[in-house]
């Protein structure tokens, strides 16, 4: 954050891929942000079109164009950026970023596997940046919050995964359930499908309807394994699937798991709760939680229940905030060290 | 409908274009149809996809592929034809089709018009089929009933138009308001816009939303001063305005007139209520509807407000049945002979 | 169905309840039927409101009163009774009705449950009529056909039971999933939730929004339960967890179970093909399936996958159809021996 | 602003009737504000709720509980007061509340009329303080900053004259369209209808439904026609139709008039510009504005179109936001000289 880097006190950030709807969130949540000034956004777009043309929403509020611009070109006017290009194109910039001395959030996956093998068999694809692949911190502050602090590139989280890990680890670290079993029956608002218009997030088609898609396919799966495995020290594989529900956004996971010894709803909560004692984004409740209840926010709210032979646990987030640009602004500032509340409240 | 030209007793019927949303709703109403038997299925998809995996609601419903047929094929496989093609392209193949001796409903705009003049102003293309256009009978029962019986082609009208013809034509033909100065403010579900995906209906886009759209050029305009200039026997020339509302499906018209005497919320209904007397789909009301009331339905139903210095005329009609399919098979059974209501209630 | 207990040759239905979802869609319906004529109609609203002032999109279709009348009254004007009642009332007329002489189809839960100790626990009420409880039919053709048609009572079944019986019980008969083991993840529109305005189902708080609810306690669990077990043999207690999508009507059922031996995608989804073979109203699909096939609908959709360690069954239906009116009319249509799809295609 | 009635240099706000929605909206807003601390909440519902039990989305966010408090008792822990309450009990409050020297904003429409007598007229009732209508400064910082500034009272502006007011008046002061002959044809969602809930916003009432209410008898008529009266000096009686978007929040306005002298798209736009030049919270567009574009903030976005012999000027807002709450807080910068978008943007 030297004299060159900054604008004031305020740090330079840039947005690849500026035409999707977590970089409009992203520009909404750091236009509140008093230490961070935007400066750059790119898109292959031709005409460089004004943010207010692609996104009418921020007509008038922030005088910039979207611009097809080489990786160097950004770093060069930017100090932090957000990669929202999709994955291997998002790895082959971030790359490049890296070398020309920017730090990255990358909200793609490129960064969040254990492996190249693993991504190779769930994103067919081979890595374009193998050598930082496995290395990368994720990007979730309520485990990972000291190596965010430090590092140069953050692996923001994929959105179902967050709403499983943090519902998830908590009752699994404290040996209250059985790792060998669990089902993360997760929903989400379409806004998570992207911007791209395609046939199955055509209004008359996905409007009135529920339907579970990618079943037993979606690139997720790995992701929730590998982060709950890292964070518990154990070897885990879920079952997970993912509905659409018709709604613009919000994620509610219900997840199933098996208690490993017998505990009311009022010890599996204290066990959560205890947990994330101090945490400023998750919210554990007693009462059942619904989207809306964090729609817009960068909490993440949670509620567990013992039914029969299961332990329920129930999460909900807002996916384009706490489960994209909400997550991204909390690494951002972990980062350069602005209370981690800051432009989130 | 000679022996060759029936299957029994029933009439064998083509779709073209039965990709789409007005297809797959005429496709049920035919179903239900104990005289008409689809025979042949049209679109430009390769591969000769079944019915019930381009529409999932049909499955095992309907045992035919959607082929990539000439006008002259399908001519000799059924006797009546539903264009259910974009326009110029409709006309092309209904023109075909007619000197194939098909008989024929098209649901583009190709025949509603008065001339290929409007038609070229409008549609900002060169007629492919002019010859025809002007004296063709526009496909609204319920003013141009007997005209119907004996075309063998018909204009299936505009699902706008509908709901704004059969609101303002009562009370224009009985002098209760003024031709000069009439206001067509409409909102449709956004299964009208069709089911090619694009970023205007994308759900993210469109879903808890409400737009205007196609201000003071949308070709609904022309069609519905056309057919109320035909019906009353002066010149409109209406402001039209559609919106967008979030929904399927459903067009809610408010229309406002000048009142050329005084009358009452009484006397404007009960002026409605006598000229469709007898009508198996104009439902008059006290009370004001809900494009919900009409949904799934082929009825329009319509209420009628003074308020202060002017006449308001409510209608609501479901777009896909009374502003389309539904309108189609009440035309076909009009062009057969058949009870005007089969398959519609 | 003496001569007078019939008009010419139709059955003469009452409907009990007449004012919410499950009724107007019943109606609809029968209106459709060539054998049935609605004949009476009962509801507690003073003033004996006309069918359209009740339910708008009934205007003008039905000629009828909703009069607070005795199951006495009702069973003289009516051979086959509908009770669209609240539990416990419900059993209360419904036992009248059936001393009266009218055959009965029960929406309300009454008559489901194995035993008036399972509903005591259940519903918190003493049953009214412990007799009959036990002995009655379940109105689940595609389970128990033969009963129903000799029935004069049937208890109609809850609309999440049905997707989840449907879905679970062909593979629990092959044997190919474990009975032991089985978590249903259900997912239904609001109309499921009745026509009482209350918070959780004013429109701006569940729209947008989607929560679990009833947690570990929703009155379906042991329906499922014991039908199930009534089906198979076998004892079963699920995990059931029912949760509210913004839409109006349809559920989808997401049932996870432990299979018994190896078996592709393929041989699960054969083997619940074989087990409907012949059935009208199950469609066993390759694809998935979403509530939007089945809108509308008496049909249910289903598809098994296997993913990793565990069998998913997803089914679809329309809650207010198959889950509930358009069984009942199967069920109808069956005890009166029409043909079994006779007004539900 | 003494010592004894700000927390440090904080204005210590009272809310009252905080169950609603805009209540909720309000706090949301104030939570951001850095010179408002919220202090007294009240509510007639019994036991001292929490705001996290009876608004889950402010869970853990605010540390107070609703109380069933004297306006007097509220004074005294509160500089300022956002009355919340329903119309004729709010005033009733808010004359109290002033006497004991708080300062006001009522979103109520008790103080927004000229007179008792057309308060009477609209709202049914005698004015419980008569002495202070007419005479209370109309809270659209747009036209009446200057008093807003100095005011104990500001009557908070409905959110349908918002939309309309505000589309209307420029052109109306530049002489650019006829003040006689002004329809006003609103689109809202379903949040303005407020929280209690009733069958026609039960959610499978009006979800994918639109209609039509209050035709021609809404209380936001004499509003719209006072207000653009006062700002313009000419005497308006508008044509107000209401109608019910399927969606939670949004407000639409297309009004119709006629031109005085011939102007296009560019000279309206450019003279509608000219009179919002330096606004912060209105911004004209060349394209057409969507409720989506400022949902959620405390924008309102105008284009105008001249189409045949009309001008159409559209207007949208966040009924909760720019409608409601948004303003209030609006006003509250103004009256306590804080940057009119502290808390806005």
């Not at 790359?95 to 994103?123: C, I």
């Not at 992207?194 to 579970?212: D, I, Q, V, W, Y």
Request: aromatic fraction near 6%.
């Amino acid at each position: 954050m030297g004299a060159t880097g900054t604008m004031g006190n305020k740090i330079r950030v840039g947005i690849l891929g500026a035409t999707g709807y977590t970089a409009v969130e992203l520009m909404k949540l750091l236009l509140r942000h008093p230490h961070a000034e935007i400066t750059v956004l790119t898109s292959r777009q031709e005409g460089r079109p004004s943010v207010g043309s692609v996104h009418p929403s921020l007509h008038g509020r922030l005088p910039l164009c979207l611009e097809d611009l080489e990786p160097r070109v950004v770093a060069e006017r930017a100090d932090c950026v957000f990669s929202c290009l999709p994955h291997a194109a998002s790895a082959e910039a971030v790359s490049a970023l890296l070398d020309a001395g920017a730090r990255v959030v990358d909200f793609s996956a490129d960064y969040r596997l254990d492996s190249p093998a693993s991504y190779r068999e769930w994103y067919e694809h081979e890595h374009p940046d193998p050598a930082r692949v496995g290395g990368t911190v994720y990007g979730l502050p309520e485990l990972f919050r000291e190596r965010i602090s430090e590092a140069r590139l953050v692996a923001n989280p994929g959105c179902y995964p967050t709403s499983a890990i943090l519902a998830l680890t908590p009752l699994l670290k404290a040996g209250l359930i059985d790792v060998a079993d669990i089902i993360v029956d997760s929903k989400s608002g379409v806004s998570g499908a992207g911007r791209t218009p395609k046939l199955a997030t055509h209004f008359p088609e996905c409007n009135e309807s529920f339907s579970a898609y990618g079943v037993g396919r979606h690139r997720h799966t790995p992701e929730i394994d590998q982060v709950i495995g890292r964070a518990t020290g154990q070897s885990v594989s879920v079952i997970f699937t993912p509905h659409l529900v018709p709604m613009d956004r919000g994620i509610l996971t219900t997840a199933y798991s098996k208690p490993l010894r017998d505990a009311s709803d009022a010890e599996l909560t204290a066990a959560v709760r205890e947990f994330y004692r101090g945490e400023p984004f998750v919210r554990v409740r007693d009462s059942l939680p619904a989207t809306k209840d964090v729609s817009g926010t960068n909490f993440c709210d949670i509620a567990v229940r013992r039914v029969r032979q299961r332990v329920l646990t129930i999460s909900c987030i807002d996916n384009l905030i706490k489960g994209a640009s909400g997550a991204a602004v909390q690494n951002f500032n972990l980062m350069y060290g602005f209370p981690e509340t800051t432009a989130l409240l």
